[in-house]
T-cell receptor
Framework: AQSVTQPDIHITVSEGASLELRCNYSYGATPYLFWYVQSPGQGLQLLLKYFSGDTLVQGIKGFEAEFKRSQSSFNLRKPSVHWSDAAEYFCAVGSYNQGGKLIFGQGTELSVKP | EPEVTQTPSHQVTQMGQEVILRCVPISNHLYFYWYRQILGQKVEFLVS????????KSEIFDDQFSVERPDGSNFTLKIRSTKLEDSAMYFC?????????????FGPGTRLTVT
């Protein structure tokens, strides 16, 4: 079955500290992988995506993610977190060949301590 | 920058009533989607739409749900007879679906409350 797992429901980091949010997927076809961010009361904003090629992808707001096929993972990282990064982060997987639907993980809520 | 818009931002309705949620996708996009997010849960796919027909739908998208693109700009989700469990945030998304345009752009959502 196709699924996305984000093992951490809630993470708290100090401002200026590094961040890594975990994402594991189970997908039969070649996956397209995405990270979205959702601020309170807002929609989903695309942070970055992986389709093919270089397994380290850069996104907006200083985020990056690394695709590791052997581990079925697509972890999101940021070297130095800012207070404005506090939000909910969703990992998603999709396939061009399957109607384009996205399957989302449960989300990780990020809190930032001053 | 082009964006997906949704109206209304919040809809309150009584159980059994019909609701129509409206979306204006990005103008040159060809693929349209509806997702929902029940409070505290993950975002779930409902339906995808291309070339004026449904491409794929989930188990959630039963006979009570329908989608339509009535003109060249709007994309609507209709729930014929709302249930309490339909209370959720409903997101519309669109994509160009050509190579690097595959990513889906989401609207701000409509919060549906069924009482």
């Amino acid at each position: 079955a196709q699924s996305v797992t984000q093992p951490d429901i809630h993470i708290t980091v100090s401002e200026g500290a590094s961040l890594e949010l975990r994402c594991n997927y189970s997908y039969g076809a070649t996956p397209y992988l995405f990270w979205y961010v959702q601020s309170p009361g807002q929609g989903l904003q695309l942070l970055l995506k992986y389709f093919s090629g270089d397994t380290l992808v850069q996104g907006i707001k200083g985020f990056e993610a690394e695709f590791k096929r052997s581990q079925s993972s697509f972890n999101l990282r940021k070297p130095s977190v800012h207070w404005s990064d506090a939000a909910e982060y969703f990992c998603a997987v999709g396939s061009y060949n399957q109607g384009g639907k996205l399957i989302f993980g449960q989300g990780t809520e990020l809190s930032v301590k001053p | 920058e082009p964006e997906v818009t949704q109206t209304p931002s919040h809809q309150v309705t009584q159980m059994g009533q019909e609701v129509i949620l409206r979306c204006v996708p990005i103008s040159n996009h060809l693929y349209f989607y509806w997702y929902r997010q029940i409070l505290g849960q993950k975002v779930e796919f409902l339906v995808s739409f291309y070339n004026n027909e449904i491409s794929e739908k989930s188990e959630i998208f039963d006979d009570q749900f329908s989608v339509e693109r009535p003109d060249g700009s709007n994309f609507t989700l209709k729930i014929r007879s709302t249930k309490l469990e339909d209370s959720a945030m409903y997101f519309c998304a669109s994509s160009g679906r050509t190579g690097a345009s595959y990513e889906q752009y989401f609207g701000p959502g409509t919060r549906l409350t069924v009482t």
